[in-house]
């Protein structure tokens, strides 16, 4: 803890400034949570939140172990083993031996998988632009500066 000049404590961890609505962060949480629910809707695959986010990181950062999968999704090992045998039966991915130690197994993305996710990006990103086409030049330009910030504010978090 810090002093400030008025000798009042100060907190090191605080931000140096918040929002002019104490309320924003609380608003922001809920609509985010509302529209990430939305687009899972809209997307139609079938598959749970779990199994699509985690086909969604092997696609990005595979092929993965399970342990790393488990980390990557921040979920428990067993957890990770039993949403790969969701996707293994479902054919979005395969389990191979490692190619530097065959004791290892890898898990990739079959062809099938990376079809399935382009085809939900594809009905999420429609859904969104359905909906843009409605609003005026001005909020437009408000979402284009509010992606931006919001790319900024998470982009600490983007390998955690």
């Not at 090191?12 to 609505?21: K, L």
């Not at 985690?54 to 980390?71: D, F, M």
């Amino acid at each position: 803890m810090l002093t400030s000049s008025a000798h009042e404590p100060v907190d090191e961890a605080a931000p140096a400034a918040g929002p002019a609505d104490p309320e924003l962060p609380a608003r922001l949480r809920l609509v985010v949570t509302r529209l990430a629910r939305r687009l899972r809707q809209e997307s139609g695959s079938g598959l749970s939140p779990s199994l699509t986010a985690a086909l969604s990181s092997l696609e990005r950062h595979g092929p993965l172990t399970p342990s790393e999968l488990a980390v990557r999704e921040r979920v428990q090992r067993p957890t990770a083993t039993r949403i790969l045998a969701g996707l293994d039966a479902a054919g979005l991915v395969v389990r191979e031996p490692d190619a530097r130690d065959g004791r290892v197994v890898r898990v990739r993305v079959t062809p099938a998988g990376r079809a399935l996710l382009r085809r939900l990006r594809g009905r999420k990103t429609a859904y969104l632009a359905r909906r843009m086409r409605r609003l005026e030049p001005e909020e437009i330009a408000t979402l284009e500066r509010a992606a931006a910030t919001l790319e900024r504010l998470l982009g600490e978090d983007v390998d955690r």
